[in-house]
């Protein structure tokens, strides 16, 4: 496959989605960095967010009365919401879904353009793409410290994965793939740690971009939560785009 790196702007980059995976900038903006199949390239974009946006299940434990909270699931409130855009005649090419259990990414592929699921492994990119089928976009976000340091980066990794750990939605997704209670507990195990956050070198994180192609993502979508200690993110996606061929 041909993984050479385009620049767009990202406001015309149709069929991408934006989704958690992005990086703030000094200067406000937002810098994603997104690997793609499905065009025979890569798309590095920095800029505002790009459309279309996943529609996200609200987290139990944050969510309102009546929205996928207290007295209400949340895929039923889900359900319903995709009745309100199909009936506001919302095309449905321009909505996914961040879909991770099966329940979802079946609604993903029968109700929207596709699934971006987010904090998964290749593996759990090859079962979505069974359960998808060969149509639907399946864009799975992917965690990224760029540091050859393995002690530094977990530290790094864990520290980005602190709020997930409590999201009963993640802890399920993360058991379904394999994992223990004790290894998705007390920061993780390092092989938790590793499976789901790849750290290393931009050679490294390349690989891992590249299982999930190889496990049938459409694009992959890029969070660099930390690189080499006082490095700027800017510098930290030069460093990954320079291996995937960009510069």
């Known amino acids: 496959m041909d993984r050479r790196l385009a620049r767009r702007d990202p406001r015309q980059a149709r069929g991408a989605a934006g989704g958690h995976a992005d990086a703030r900038r000094r200067d406000g903006h937002r810098q994603h960095l997104g690997i793609t199949r499905r065009r025979g390239?890569?798309?590095?974009?920095?800029?505002?967010?790009?459309?279309?946006?996943?529609?996200?299940p609200r987290h139990r434990h944050r969510a309102p009365r009546g929205v996928g909270?207290?007295?209400?699931?949340?895929?039923?409130?889900?359900?319903?919401?995709?009745?309100?855009?199909?009936?506001?005649?919302?095309?449905r090419e321009n909505v996914?879904?961040?879909a991770l259990g099966p329940r979802v990414l079946g609604l993903a592929r029968d109700r929207t353009a596709g699934a971006h699921p987010y904090l998964v492994?290749?593996?759990?990119?090859?079962?979505?793409?069974?359960?998808l089928g060969t149509g639907p976009l399946l864009v799975p976000e992917q965690h990224v410290v760029l540091d050859a340091d393995p002690v530094r980066a977990r530290e790094a990794a864990r520290t980005a994965?602190?709020?997930?750990?409590?999201?009963?939605?993640?802890?399920?997704?993360?058991?379904?793939?394999?994992?223990t209670e004790d290894e998705i507990s007390d920061g993780g195990?390092?092989?938790?740690?590793?499976?789901?956050?790849?750290?290393?070198?931009p050679a490294d994180v390349a690989?891992?971009?590249?299982?999930?192609?190889?496990?049938?993502?459409?694009?992959v979508a890029v969070q660099l939560v930390a690189g080499e200690p006082g490095e700027p993110v800017e510098d930290g996606f030069a460093r990954l785009a320079a291996e995937l061929g960009l510069s």
Request: aromatic letters at 8%; a negative charge.
């Open 121 to 131: 492994t290749p593996e759990h990119t090859r079962e979505a793409r069974e359960i």
């Open 161 to 179: 994965l602190t709020n997930y750990f409590g999201m009963a939605n993640y802890r399920n997704s993360w058991l379904r793939l394999g994992f």
């Open 69 to 91: 909270g207290e007295g209400r699931h949340p895929y039923a409130a889900l359900v319903e919401y995709l009745d309100t855009l199909d009936a506001d005649d919302v095309p």
């Open 189 to 201: 195990s390092d092989r938790f740690v590793d499976a789901v956050v790849v750290h290393g070198t």
């Open 96 to 98: 996914v879904l961040a």
């Open 207 to 219: 690989a891992r971009l590249a299982e999930h192609l190889d496990a049938g993502a459409d694009q």
């Open 41 to 56: 390239r890569c798309v590095h974009a920095a800029g505002p967010r790009r459309r279309p946006r996943p529609v996200r």
